[in-house]
């Protein structure tokens, strides 16, 4: 479905933030920062701390378009998306279907399959199953759904892999073992389908955490990445595959790890990646001359519905 036309007169902007999920400190940075650059353009903005009251708040607020600012499960993961569609509410990034593949890293996984990304070697182990005695280590144990690295753990020896083990599962009861692959972490933000430029991470440990992630002085970051050209255009190819395959809008991010033939294989990708002035994908944008308000204003003007009902009665 096209995107409405936004009035700044009439348009009520909900930035939802916050959440359920352990992004939530995360979500609440994102939908201030957002928040702010929607008011400095001129737009009527409620700021929505997303819980179970959700559709009360929304129409209690006379909402007409929703500025998602949401991290983790139960926002990023198509159940809030599925709600604006009831709510016939338009909102920003991606749908249902693709917010809900993206979120859980082996569904995406097996949709990348044979079309030529490099996907690290991996295997799924469900809690109560017996110990995966054929691993490789290092191995990551991640939870699939998990994000900001949490629910991710680097093993070197069968003891952390248990720990581990122990440690996804109180996420969620399935775990992905992935082939640890040594080498530099890129990300490439593709908006609305155009991928932007690579942005390199440097973490200043051995391993890119969520300390490393969030506290400031932990990690530079380079944009664009010092990297020879031909990597990055395959890193920006494979983030627009990504993008395209799993039917994806708005932004997202893809994260990979170069390793030392050049390779970059694919981790995963970010439906509604961090929004503060200085995260990774305005980051990438400000490379191309884009602001962090263009930027935020670009992605509202996006926002859309993207299931189309028949009016009661009539047949589709």
Not at 48 to 75: F, M, R, S
Not at 153 to 170: F, M, P, Q, S
Request: with cysteine; aromatic share 6%.
């Amino acid at each position: 479905m096209s995107a409405p036309q936004l009035s700044k007169e009439t348009a009520v902007v909900g930035v939802l933030l916050g959440g359920l999920s352990p992004e939530r400190p995360i979500s609440l940075k994102s939908g201030h920062a957002v928040s702010a650059a929607l008011i400095r353009r001129g737009y009527r903005v409620v700021e929505i701390d997303v819980g179970p009251d959700l559709p009360a708040q929304l129409v209690a607020n006379n909402v007409t378009v929703c500025w998602l600012a949401l991290h983790g499960v139960l926002g990023e993961d198509g159940c809030v998306q599925g709600l604006c569609e009831v709510m016939r509410i338009p909102y920003t990034g991606s749908g249902v279907l693709g917010s809900a593949v993206a979120m859980d890293k082996v569904a995406t996984k097996r949709s990348l399959r044979g079309l030529g990304i490099p996907l690290c070697a991996d295997t799924v182990w469900h809690a109560g199953d017996p110990f995966p005695e054929d691993v490789t280590f290092p191995v990551m144990a991640k939870t699939p759904e998990g994000g900001s690295t949490l629910g991710i753990r680097k093993c070197h020896d069968a003891a952390e892999l248990e720990a581990a083990l122990l440690y996804c599962a109180g996420f969620a009861p399935e775990v992905l073992l992935e082939q640890f692959v040594a080498g530099d972490e890129i990300t490439v933000a593709v908006l609305e389908g155009e991928p932007l430029p690579v942005v390199s991470i440097v973490p200043h440990t051995e391993f890119f955490d969520f300390e490393a992630k969030y506290k400031k002085g932990m990690t530079t970051y380079v944009a664009p990445a010092p990297i020879d050209p031909a990597i990055a255009s395959a890193a920006q190819r494979h983030a627009r595959v990504a993008f395209e395959t799993l039917h994806l809008s708005g932004v997202a991010r893809a994260d990979f790890i170069v390793d030392s033939a050049g390779t970059p294989w694919f981790l995963e990708i970010n439906t509604l990646p961090g929004m503060t002035e200085t995260s990774l994908s305005p980051m990438a944008a400000a490379v191309v001359g884009m602001t962090f308000d263009d930027l935020v204003e670009r992605l509202l003007r996006g926002a859309r519905l993207h299931v189309q009902v028949s009016p009661v009665g009539e047949a589709p």
